[in-house]
């Protein structure tokens, strides 16, 4: 049985093997979402509003809106990690 993804995700060495990770198992859609996700998440932070931040990155304000109840979930641990990007 394979591993699980936490655990593959955290035996890989260092960014160039993440990168060749990404590449093989997302598709460059999702790829793409969880680089809008990160952007998000910046705006957010940044105290722009759902529609603002929407019309910015030109995506939907449903796509801001799920974005933004996960922030406001985890919103500590994801200023953690916007630092660390």
Not at 15 to 44: G, K, Y
């Amino acid at each position: 049985m394979p591993k699980s993804v936490a655990k593959l995700i955290a035996s890989l060495d260092g960014q160039p093997e993440l990168r060749q990770f990404m590449q093989v198992f997302f598709t460059d859609n999702e790829r793409d979402m969880l680089t809008e996700r990160l952007a998000i998440f910046h705006e957010l932070r940044r105290g722009g509003t759902q529609r603002d931040i929407a019309a910015k990155l030109g995506c939907s304000v449903v796509t801001v809106t799920r974005g933004a109840k996960v922030y406001r979930q985890w919103a500590k641990q994801i200023d953690r990690w916007l630092d660390l990007a």
